[in-house]
């Protein structure tokens, strides 16, 4: 990392409680189901009294952290989920393992990964579901992973058993982006892959493109974007630029799944008082992974300042915004929708908030009644 970019980490806590982080982490240490509680973290906003609590014996085992670098300067610290020193190293401890794209013999669905620019590494992973008509034309979703921009992959074992059973459920294609990760690719590094992602995808619009699946497969009149947290986010600024670019070809953005999104500023919303630890850190995440950033207000991370694009102009005839109740930023994602609802775009809203759980609940616990109800109606907006 360059230098003048390291410089702003030196200013943050050597020890920050990142709420998306730690949740990040319990993804990759938790199995679909467990028969009690995870043990209690910092900033978890998951209630075990809640109906999203798992129920099985075993504990979840920890990693073991090695000790920091003697020979390195470490500049930031968030355990047990990264370091980075002030050299440029980056260790992470979770987020990267790594699953083979495989048929699933449970519910049918077949994966396979893709190169999209093996200059700068940005893939994706896509999953088609067991079709009995194989002429059929599905709804093509492209989706970003959430984790902070640092963290995570579409290759790890928790998106790929989710959308192994998310996909089975939906009947749709889906295209798992794999994008570069902050620190060592600060933002917008995330959104200009992500963009790329979206390119390649358009460009099978005329039946012509590299991959079959999608080719044969995808019905380019349902063109979906969509992201949890982070992910979110970025699919929310690759539609704003679809709304002043355009595509490149006569294809449409049908729709953007906004689940959970990471947005934040410094007015404060109700939600904030949730956890407001939490809050702070995650104040301090966007200045870690964007160093150059002018702060909370930045319209990459709130979308609502003055001199922020105008949302009106989001290239998408309907939006879902799902929200859980018990998530700090709650209220972020309810702004989003009352402000787009406001802004003069001509679409289709629709907001779902799923009561008593935290942020990213359904890939904590999948197969619970919350989790399950949430990705029905994301399906529901998918095949509409």
């Not at 199995?31 to 504990?59: C, E, V």
């Not at 930031?76 to 495989?102: D, M």
């Not at 802004?343 to 289709?348: A, R, T, V």
Request: charged residues 20%.
């Amino acid at each position: 990392m360059p230098q003048n970019q390291i410089q702003p980490l030196l200013r943050r806590p050597r020890l920050v409680i990142l709420l998306p982080l730690l949740l990040f982490f319990l993804w990759f240490w938790t199995t679909s189901l467990f028969s009690s509680p995870p043990p209690p973290m910092a900033s978890s906003s998951l209630d075990s009294d809640s109906n999203t609590t798992p129920s099985n014996s075993s504990a979840m085992a920890l990693p073991v952290i090695p000790p920091a670098k003697a020979n390195e300067e470490l500049v930031y610290e968030s355990l047990p989920c990264i370091r980075i020193y002030k050299s440029g190293l980056v260790e992470r401890y979770f987020g990267s393992e790594f699953t083979p794209a495989s048929t699933d013999p449970t519910t049918g669905v077949t994966s396979k990964d893709v190169v999209i620019d093996s200059r700068i590494g940005v893939g994706a992973r896509l999953y088609l579901p067991k079709l009995s008509d194989e002429s059929k034309k599905i709804p093509i979703l492209v989706y970003y992973h959430g984790g902070g921009f640092c963290l995570g992959s579409a290759y790890n074992p928790t998106f790929h058993n989710y959308f192994n059973g998310f996909v089975a459920l939906s009947n749709v294609l889906v295209v798992s982006v794999e994008y570069r990760l902050a620190p060592e690719h600060p933002v917008p590094a995330q959104y200009e892959d992500s963009w790329l992602a979206l390119d390649w995808v358009v460009s099978h619009a005329d039946g012509a493109g590299q991959e079959p699946w999608i080719n044969k497969h995808a019905d380019f009149d349902r063109l979906y974007l969509g992201g949890e947290s982070a992910g979110a986010n970025i699919a929310h600024h690759i539609a704003m630029k679809v709304g002043s670019s355009g595509l490149g070809k006569p294809v449409k953005i049908n729709g953007l799944a906004m689940i959970h999104p990471y947005f934040l500023g410094s007015n404060k919303v109700e939600s904030d008082s949730i956890d407001p630890a939490a809050s702070e850190s995650l104040a301090s995440l966007w200045k870690v992974v964007n160093p150059t950033t002018t702060g909370i207000d930045d319209p990459f991370i709130n979308p609502f300042v003055a001199g922020a694009p105008k949302l009106d102009g989001l290239a998408s005839s309907r939006v879902l915004v799902c929200v859980a109740g018990k998530d700090t930023l709650r209220d972020r994602g309810k702004l989003y929708y009352n402000k787009l609802k406001e802004s003069g775009w001509n679409g289709e809203l629709e907001l779902r908030e799923a009561p008593g759980v935290g942020h990213t609940f359904h890939l904590l616990f999948p197969t619970s009644e919350e989790a399950v109800a949430q990705d029905r109606a994301i399906s529901a907006f998918l095949n509409y």
